[in-house]
């Protein structure tokens, strides 16, 4: 009730400025009154926050193509962190972030992105739409191994995980239970098909790892079942194949567009990603 008294005090203390202001310029105040409405409407349209999570093997700079873009458009960004730790956790910690934030979200999310998302923006009313680009999107008790499908790059780990990643041990880690980083080879070929190989290697060697209990663990209950959500799926994308993507995107119920690139458009392509952020951001319902 306090804080509630005082928003309204300072909202009052607001208005009353406006007018003082105003009055001397020759305005009446029934035109003072007029314009403070229209200052407040004005304020209350302001644009969503959009936070962005990157995905597995990835960090926060991965985005920084969109961020640069998306500020430019006059549009409050955040990138998440996302520790990469394990489905629940990671939702977990995307979840305490956003209750630090007012005002309506845009939520986005890349890859493994998709899935953190999916399961950390349940129940939370300020997230007003779900943006994802080449991302999962798990249904409850799926996971992201599971959705990969046969035909990913990443399908051959199933069977032999040495063929895909290297594995180090962690501190605290389970028995059985390891940090991957994908292999050189592996992520030029399957992750950055689109980026000069130059560029492809840098990324591999500057990966982050991310731990298996990630890829294996079951989600929880999706919010895209109540928040609108938009895919932007990639047709040359080798990690979550289209045709997976267009299945999870179907049973999903979100709004598709697809474009030319692998599974980091978000580095090849940030401006046609900005725009689909944005379209999703401008959307009504």
């Not at 962005?52 to 920084?64: I, N, Q, T």
Request: proline residues 7%; contains cysteine; charged residues 15%.
């Amino acid at each position: 009730m306090l804080v509630h008294r005082i928003r309204y005090a300072t909202a009052v203390t607001a208005a009353a400025a406006a007018t003082a202001v105003l009055l001397p310029l020759g305005l009446t105040s029934a035109t003072a009154a007029t314009a403070t409405t229209s200052a407040t409407a004005t304020h209350h349209a302001a644009k969503p926050t959009i936070v962005l999570v990157h995905g597995a093997w990835a960090d926060g700079s991965s985005w920084s193509g969109e961020v640069s873009r998306l500020q430019h458009d006059g549009y409050t960004v955040a990138v998440a962190p996302n520790p990469l730790r394990g489905l629940s956790s990671d939702a977990d910690y995307l979840r305490d972030y956003l209750a630090s934030i007012t005002g309506p979200i845009v939520l986005v999310g890349h890859s493994y992105g998709g899935a953190v998302i999916t399961n950390a923006a349940t129940g939370n009313a300020n997230v007003k739409a779900l943006v994802y680009i080449d991302a999962y999107l798990p249904d409850e008790t799926q996971t992201v191994s599971d959705l990969s499908g046969k035909d990913s790059a990443l399908a051959p780990a199933v069977t032999d995980p040495t063929s895909v990643f290297k594995l180090v041990n962690y501190p605290g880690a389970p028995t059985g239970v390891y940090d991957t980083y994908v292999l050189p080879d592996v992520f030029v070929r399957g992750f950055a098909g689109d980026l000069p190989p130059a560029t492809g290697a840098q990324l591999a060697a500057s990966q982050p790892p991310t731990s298996l209990i990630a890829l294996g663990e079951h989600s929880g209950p999706p919010a895209w079942k109540t928040i609108p959500s938009w895919d932007l799926i990639g047709t040359k994308d080798k990690i979550i194949p289209e045709a997976q993507q267009v299945a999870m995107a179907k049973h999903a119920g979100a709004r598709t567009q697809k474009f030319n690139a692998s599974h980091l458009g978000i580095i090849s392509q940030p401006g046609t990603v900005t725009s689909f952020i944005e379209k999703a951001a401008c959307a009504e319902g």
